[in-house]
């Protein structure tokens, strides 16, 4: 008889034990006889604890989901619709307008996945169960509803089928706004275009293989205005791809490389941490603080907020320098041969190698994307901007960038405006306004109410600065800064629904581990932009725009 076992990887315990029984198969001296005819087949997903032997002495076959629109759409209307139940519906023009729609969306939250964070911030597992189930519905509603419900359509399967897979709230909304182009009462017009160009539209009424044939016409190659994304989506899906080759290259390269009187590995890391050991900045201590550093309020006997962030952001960083100092330190010693070479100093001997910073700083640091040499250099404005604040007072505006923690400041900004006028803090949230400055060296003094923040970058769009608005990007150009933005707190304040709630994430990567907050740890706050008169913010949800503290560079 033939044994199947599936989905093997929900059973992470029972791995080992799996992997006994197939090395038993091979044992000679095994009292069961295998018969000829036998065959175990295993289902599972990927994985990294699914037994190796086991993959080495079996014949792998793989089922990837296909790639691209087209080919998503023929797996659809190829293996997920059945010819009779096509037919089978109460309102069958809406019906097949519809499932295409559904069809559709379904192939371009897959396909959204080749452009990373600016797709998705997290990469989901959506299958033809989704598609299955969502189909059902569908049928359902348009049989017993005498018109259709469009709201409890996209609710159901916008919210409920496709989004219950979705942990993170922006990619809800994305999710959200890229059903409401397909499935929006626009779409039983046979004139109805899913981009501006026209490639794409849902075809007129007619039989199943009508709509196959209409499919298999389709480019083969997505242009990312399908997506809604800008062209400059394809160049960072490129970079993706050329990051993913070079870091398989770093990975299996050899460590000794010197010849011909080159310098070898030792003396190339060696150099390396002397160096960043040499050049890197002394402790902060309160005793460098400033006359007006931190001055007790008479009337409230405290200390001003903002510097209550200044001391738990120069422990953290002392922390970080102090680790970051001392690793140095072993590290020489164990090039030298003083000291054993454990693990963690061998991980980030590889690492200096590879220019890249080592796990145990990035235990202690901030989240960064940056190669090692770009990270120090960094650190070092960190740590100045601190020292700066630290010996002179508060900044006229403050590079939140900058800051381990940068949600700590924005509270303490808001304690502070709620200690000045007596309000409740948990009824204060921002307002956001965009100046007419980009050099933070041009803000002679901090405003009245609030504080002014520099450093962020945008990305998926650009700020015109001409019409104050959200624009779209430059051909090539993938960031480019933002203005110097003031903060002003507000009592109950209502965002205006026509502005775009842009993200603020600490790096690129956007996603992070979701916290007590119901939030990734990668985000920071929303920010309030405007939008273009005509224009939608759901425009800019679908270019994936956002900002960024920091670039990766």
Known sequence: DWVLLQNCHLAKSWMPDLEKIVESFADVNNEQKIDDSFRLWLTSMPCDYFPVSVLQSGVKVTNEPPKGLRANMQR???????????????KPAAFKKLMFGLCFFHATIQ????FGPLGWNKMYEINDSDLETSMQVLRMFLDEQPTIPWDALRYVIGQINYGGRVTDDWDRRCLMSILHRFFTPDILDDAYQFSESGTYKAPQEGALDAYRDYIRRLPQ???PEIFGMHENANITFQQQETEKILNTVLSIQPRQVATGGGKTSDELVAETAADIEAKLPELLSDEEAGETTFVVDESTGLVDSLATVLQQEMERFNKLLA?????LVELQR???GEVVMSMELDKMYTNFL????????RKHAYPSLKPLASWVADLHQRVAMLRDWLRNGQPSSFWMSGFMYPQGFLTGSLQCYARKYQAPIDKLSWRFRVLDVYDAKDIE??????????GLHMVGARWDPDTCTVTDSNLGELSSPLPVVH???AIDHQRDAREFECPVYKTSTRAGVLSTTGQSTNFVLAVDLPCPKNVKPDYWVLKGAALLCQLDD
């Open 445 to 454: 003094a901090p405003p009245e109410d609030g504080v002014y923040v520099h």
């Open 221 to 223: 190659t997505d242009d």
């Open 111 to 114: 396909e959204r996945k080749k």
């Open 487 to 489: 903060f002003l707190p």
């Open 76 to 90: 659809s209307y190829g293996n997920v619709i059945n010819e009779d139940e096509f037919e089978e519906c109460a």
């Open 354 to 361: 590879n220019n890249r910073v080592p796990e145990m700083w």
């Open 334 to 336: 164990a090039i030298r």
């Open 323 to 327: 680790v970051i100092r001392s690793t």
